[in-house]
């Protein structure tokens, strides 16, 4: 069975984390982490990058430092991973859920102003597969309504919009580094903090709350409680496996483009025969292949086109149940519009099987079985 995702590694991982083991420091904030985090900043100009265990804490981080509070409305997208809104309803937040474009998969940003409240604090757009919400316009009405933005980067790195790196451009935003997506360490994630303001709070709540910073930097003698936190830093066995595949990231990402591309070309006549729809990049965006998906003409069809590629060993999967749908969603979480495109997307959507590795001879015969 090829499997719909396979991990990728460099082959320097084990010799990081030896590095990492050989220093005798294994915790948080070490070497490899500080390595990591100045990849980001400067890759991603952003003014400050901290590692996480995952992008669902660093979006846990992101409603803490925005103060959440029970009652607060955070606009988002229905058609998302759980953590975008969960992250929130952990402070008490009510995920206020808005309809997708047909194109991009990503938030319409035209059905946004409609969903604001007097207790709108915030938007989190979530940019689909490494390509880019219309930014421009969502941070529009953020600064017009005095609204933060949180993006969700979880598919991002190395994807821009209008030249500037998804997840740079809101106050804050998240990435993660799960094996499901490009660059990888097994479960991992990283804060971007691109409004100055928010950094000194934020490596505090990443330090379980205290003041470890300023301790370490000899600026106090002794360093206690002094805000709320959690533990939010991943070990540096962590770090040292993401830091080889930060260094390799621009090779990643161009093996990944050439797969997706070959999708793209080989899809292209079932496009035109009114068989399936390709994904949509509109011009200005740079995405980093994160995802091939294909939409199907019906939740049937679909059905179809998986059984079709499971029987000849290809597994091919869909996501993501609409969050307005699920059971927490429906408590937690509520409705601006009708989302009716979210619940079509879903029903239709496919993702191929997309990995360094895959052949042009899968690919080939993806195809075939597609036609
Ligand atoms: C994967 C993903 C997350 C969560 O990432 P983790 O690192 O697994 O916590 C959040 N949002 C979106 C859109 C995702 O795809």
């Not at 904030?29 to 100045?38: A, D, R």
């Not at 079709?308 to 597994?315: T, V």
């Amino acid at each position: 069975m090829i499997s719909f995702n396979r991990p990728y590694l460099t082959g320097n991982e084990l010799k990081y984390i030896a590095q990492a083991h050989k220093k005798g420091v294994l915790a948080g904030n070490g070497v490899f982490t500080q390595k990591c985090q100045s990849w980001v900043e400067q890759m991603m100009h952003v003014k400050k990058a901290l590692l996480t265990h995952s992008c669902t804490a660093a979006l846990e981080m992101a409603a803490i430092l925005t103060d959440i509070q029970p009652g607060d409305e955070i606009i988002m997208p229905s058609y998302t991973f759980v953590s975008t809104a969960n992250a929130f309803v952990l402070c008490g937040g009510i995920p206020v859920f808005v309809d997708i474009r047909p194109d991009t998969l990503n938030i319409d940003e035209n059905l946004i102003e409609a969903a604001i409240t007097p207790r709108t604090k915030a938007i989190v757009p979530v940019h689909y597969a490494g390509v880019g919400c219309e930014m421009d316009v969502i941070m529009g009405i953020a600064r017009r309504h005095k609204l933060l933005v949180i993006e969700d980067a979880a598919h991002c790195v190395k994807a821009t919009y209008k030249g500037r790196e998804l997840g740079s451009i809101g106050h804050l935003g998240a990435l993660s580094f799960h094996e499901t997506k490009n660059i990888i360490s097994g479960e991992g994630g990283a804060l971007l903090i691109n409004d100055k303001k928010f950094i000194e709070r934020a490596e505090i709540i990443w330090q379980k709350g205290t003041n470890r910073k300023a301790f370490q930097q000899g600026k106090i003698d002794k360093y206690t409680w002094v805000d709320m936190g959690s533990s939010f830093l991943p070990g540096e066995i962590t770090a040292a496996f993401l830091w080889a595949q930060m260094q390799e990231a621009t090779k990643i990402t161009s093996k990944r483009a050439e797969s997706w591309q070959r999708y793209h070309e080989l899809l292209e006549p079932h496009e035109i025969a009114g068989k399936l729809r390709r994904p949509i990049v509109p011009k200005g965006g740079d995405h980093n292949a994160h995802t091939y998906y294909i939409l199907l003409n019906s939740m049937e069809q679909r059905y179809q086109a998986r059984k079709k590629l499971e029987k000849k060993g290809f597994m091919a999967v869909s996501h993501y149940v609409p969050l307005h749908s699920s059971p927490a969603g429906k408590k937690y979480g509520r409705l601006a519009g009708k989302l009716l495109l979210t619940q079509d997307i879903s029903e239709r959507i496919l993702r191929l099987p997309l990995f360094i590795g895959l052949t042009a001879r899968q690919q080939n015969t993806i195809a075939e079985i597609l036609g």
